[in-house]
């Protein structure tokens, strides 16, 4: 069965990556109540998104 929510999603992925429960539990955090200043939040993405680029190299 198919995540019905963000939170499910989140769970989902952190079975399969539990080393980056930090970082998706920042973005889980910032969908519901968003603290982060802009340049935090785009370190974020950019590091999450430069491990991605790393797993499907």
Known sequence: MWPQTLEEHVELFVEHYPYMRTQISFF?????????????????????????????A
């Open 28 to 56: 889980l955090s910032q969908a519901s109540n968003p603290y982060a200043k802009p340049k935090e939040f785009t370190t974020q993405v950019h590091d999450f998104l430069t491990w991605m680029a790393s797993e499907t």
